[in-house]
């Protein structure tokens, strides 16, 4: 079993770790990422044998691509968010695009799991005021929540990253 290189593996961790840190004091992740994503994606094309442009490659980036534009239509995630994972996923190579996935969604999940536990815990006399009232659309200024989404995507790279480092054989 082929391993993803930890040369490449150790700067994207450096990377999604500024971005992580980033997003999290400003809810922003700037459009330089994903221009640099693009770049360096082309450059591993032309240099990284394991990289090889063919349409299929694109398939689960540009599926990402999709499903995010239409989270941030519903403002579940934002547009640099959406942006960003897109593009980074450009730097994967394709047998590792549906492990990098599942572990997003598997960490997503888990993630939204805790905050929502830990938003009741922290609100639960609103949350009770609102089950007594059943008045679930009054209290606009509880459900307007800015969720960082980088760190998430910091989260499945560690753990993706634990399994998949290695050489390429």
């Known amino acids: 079993m082929s391993k993803f290189p930890l040369y490449l593996y150790s700067y994207f961790l450096v990377e999604v770790l500024v971005v992580a840190v980033n997003d999290f004091r400003t809810k922003k992740i700037k459009n330089i990422w994903s221009i640099i994503h693009v770049i360096a994606a082309g450059l591993l094309f032309l240099f990284h044998d394991a990289f090889v442009f063919e349409f299929t ?3 689960f980036p540009a599926i990402l691509f999709g ?42 999940f888990f993630v939204g799991f805790l905050i929502v536990l830990l938003r009741v815990a922290l609100k639960w006399k609103n949350l009770v005021l609102i089950i007594y009232t059943q008045s679930f659309f009054g209290d606009q200024a509880s459900r307007k929540y800015k969720f960082s989404y980088a760190p998430v995507i910091l989260i499945t790279w560690l753990l993706w990253g634990w399994r998949n480092i290695g050489e390429f054989r």
């Open 57 to 59: 490659f694109f398939k």
């Open 67 to 108: 499903v995010g534009y239409i989270l941030y239509l519903l403002k579940i995630i934002g547009a640099g968010d959406v942006k960003y994972l897109s593009t980074l996923l450009l730097l994967v190579p394709k047998k590792f695009h549906e492990e990098v996935i599942v572990q997003l969604l598997i960490t997503t």
